[in-house]
T-cell receptor, first 112, second 108 residues
Framework: SQTIHQWPATLVQPVGSPLSLECTVE??????LYWYRQAAGRGLQLLFY??????ISSEVPQNLSASRPQDRQFILSSKKLLLSDSGFYLC???????????FGQGTRLTVV | GQNIDQPTEMTATEGAIVQINCTYQ??????LFWYQQHAGEAPTFLSY????GLEEKGRFSSFLSRSKGYSYLLLKELQMKDSASYLC?????????FGAGTTVTVRA
């Protein structure tokens, strides 16, 4: 099965600072990759998904961006964080065929 | 776009059965998933339906009707550790979209 590495587990950043969250996947090739954000007590909001290297689809307009420089690496970035960017960020990986998606352990981001 | 609806909260007694409904409207459909999420943790996979009918896995079962855009997750013999959020997710055209989740509270 797949293993999703996501770090850091927690992060406190000041408003206006940059952000880079990295997700790497083991145990599969050519997965579909996803970034989600979850506000406290809420559901998962799909931010970005990628079906291959360099291919990024954005679901929600915002000051975040994503990149996929390698097949099993997915990066979430921001040039200047806003207070509203606080939340629980989850990376997920899903094989091309229709089986379940596996999640990383998440990063809890607090923008202060 | 996608529209995935499920109840916000449900409460049940230990040992009882609870059914969590999920309705969806999506452009395209490749499968429906149920995940369990405990507070502060990542979601974990419970079940997957791509064809109509019931899939049973131990105490958990999931049902799908594609023509009605409807699924349910059935939790039997509830245990205190089943208190969690249950997320319905629909896969279509490479996207995997989630409902807002149903918080289930199991009482002794």
């Amino acid at each position: 099965s797949q293993t999703i590495h996501q770090w850091p587990a927690t992060l406190v950043q000041p408003v206006g600072s940059p952000l880079s969250l990295e997700c790497t996947v083991e145990g599969t090739s050519n997965p579909n990759l996803y970034w989600y954000r979850q506000a406290a007590g809420r559901g998962l909001q799909l931010l970005f998904y990628s079906v291959g290297i360099g291919q990024i689809s954005s679901e929600v307009p915002q000051n975040l961006s994503a990149s996929r420089p390698q097949d099993r690496q997915f990066i979430l970035s921001s040039k200047k964080l806003l207070l509203s960017d606080s939340g629980f960020y989850l990376c997920a990986s899903k094989p091309p065929m229709n089986t379940e998606a596996f999640f990383g352990q998440g990063t809890r981001l607090t923008v202060v | 776009g996608q529209n995935i609806d499920q109840p916000t909260e449900m409460t049940a007694t230990e040992g009882a059965i609870v059914q969590i409904n999920c309705t969806y409207q999506t452009s395209g459909f490749n499968g429906l998933f149920w995940y369990q999420q405990h507070a502060g943790e990542a979601p974990t996979f419970l079940s997957y339906n791509v064809l109509d009918g019931l899939e049973e896995k131990g105490r958990f079962s999931s049902f799908l009707s594609r023509s009605k855009g409807y699924s349910y997750l059935l939790l039997k013999e509830l245990q205190m550790k089943d208190s969690a959020s249950y997320l319905c997710a629909v896969s279509n055209d490479y996207k995997l979209s989630f409902g807002a989740g149903t918080t289930v509270t199991v009482r002794a």
